[in-house]
């Protein structure tokens, strides 16, 4: 997986949204889950991950 650190994952997310690239959603269990968004929040840490046109799965990490 290649990960991406970014200042605002929120605006980030939106940038890509209206890319026309979708986010994926997971549940980890244990609280673990992405929002509607595809963003997945935890302690002071937030990611979002999504497929490039290859299938390869990205991911995006910033702090909340």
Do not use: C, P
Not at 8 to 26: C, T
Not at 46 to 54: I, L, S
């Amino acid at each position: 997986a290649i990960i991406g650190l970014v200042v605002d994952i929120d605006q980030a997310v939106d940038e890509l949204n209206s890319k026309g690239v979708h986010m994926e959603q997971y549940d980890m269990g244990e609280g673990m889950k992405t929002d509607e968004r595809g963003i997945l929040r935890y302690g002071q840490t937030a990611a979002a991950w999504f497929k490039d046109t290859e299938g390869n799965i990205l991911s995006l990490h910033g702090k909340i």
